[in-house]
């Protein structure tokens, strides 16, 4: 059975590109011999909510890995992204790959 990897993206950061940035991610996801489950995009408002939602999603199907388009869509300051980086680690044991590397 292949390992699930969950997408996250940020709305305005996708700036009308997000079924591209959605196939980069899947074929990330296949190169790796994952099973791309879903995305979560998180609104232009960005309360978190999409982030709360893929937190929940991974411990609940015993998932432990996100891809992103870059570590920009995380967040977009260091420490916050370093902070979401570890919560997700923490919650979730998830690794994050992301496509532009």
Do not use: N
Request: proline residues 2%; charged residues 25%; contains cysteine.
């Amino acid at each position: 059975m292949e390992a699930l990897i969950y997408g996250y993206v940020r709305d305005e950061l996708a700036e009308g590109h997000s079924e591209e940035l959605e196939d980069a991610m899947c074929s990330l996801a296949s190169s790796a011999g994952m099973c791309f489950a879903a995305t979560f995009h998180e609104s232009t408002t960005g309360d978190g909510t999409a982030f709360a939602e893929l937190t929940a999603e991974l411990k609940r199907a015993d998932a432990h890995h996100v891809v992103v388009p870059s570590l920009e869509h995380l967040a977009g300051q260091t420490i916050p992204r370093e902070i979401l980086l570890a919560k997700l680690a923490a919650e979730a044991e998830a690794r994050v790959w992301t496509v532009d590397t």
